[in-house]
């Protein structure tokens, strides 16, 4: 009955790979994010996605490339990883017209 | 940039104590959200706000839209040990727009 998921839910890794992150709900709804969580626990947004168009795009940089395949699915890839990579990864889901997000438990990315 | 910044930090209380904390932003929103982040998880929405003034309330949880638009704040009523956490508010960076900030957090932590 899990409404966001994450995977993996730990993910470490050396500098210079290039990894992704997958996110799926199962809650019906268009909209979906991506979100950076630091070690100071500051909470930023990245991407959004709203029916499998990219709506948001923060300064992020173009390592970083999210994927809709469809509504349901967010993924996130990164590319050619830097150890200020290193965070939590939290995806989100929100119905159309309203505020509340529902989170995923975040993907801890540790990078070496 | 747009700052929303939360006061306290952190803090430790007693159990059954009352807490208060608040949000303050340098600009006027009109939508106010606290949400709470659990170790390990994601954060969960605990009371959205949309009018100057407006006060409300989910369990012991009672949250108000400041009436300069620019600050909201959150009490939570006799503490009990799983109010432990990062509270959060938040609040769309546009009117109108489903583009998030987040606050900076307040952690709390209760002593039984």
């Known amino acids: 009955d899990t409404a966001v998921s994450q995977t993996p839910k730990y993910l470490v890794t050396q500098m210079g790979n290039d990894k992704s992150i997958k996110c799926e709900q199962n809650?019906?709804?268009?909209?979906m994010y991506w979100y950076k969580q630091d070690s100071k626990k500051f909470l930023k947004i990245m991407f959004s996605y709203n029916n499998k168009e990219l709506i948001i795009n923060e300064t992020v940089p173009n390592r970083f490339s999210p994927k809709s395949p469809d509504k349901a699915h967010l993924n996130l890839h990164i590319n050619s990883l830097e150890l200020g990579d290193s965070a939590v990864y939290f995806c989100?889901?929100?119905?159309?017209?309203?505020?509340?997000?529902?989170f995923g438990p975040g993907t801890r990315l540790t990078v070496l | 940039g747009q700052q929303l910044n939360q006061s306290p930090q952190s803090m430790f209380i007693q159990e059954g104590e009352d807490v208060s904390m608040n949000c303050t932003s340098s600009s006027i929103f009109n939508t106010w959200l606290w949400y709470k982040q659990d170790p390990g998880e994601g954060p969960v929405l605990l009371i959205a706000?949309?009018?100057?003034?407006e006060l409300t309330s989910n369990g012991r949880l009672t949250a108000q839209f400041g009436i300069t638009r620019k600050d909201s704040f959150l009490n939570i009523s006799a503490s009990i040990p799983s109010d432990v956490g990062i509270y959060f508010c938040a609040g769309p960076y546009t009117s109108g727009t489903y583009k998030y900030i987040f606050g900076t957090g307040t952690r709390l932590k209760v002593l039984a």
């Open positions: 809650l019906g709804h268009d909209t």
């Open positions: 989100a889901s929100r119905p159309t017209g309203v505020n509340e997000q529902f």
């Open positions: 706000l949309y009018k100057a003034g």
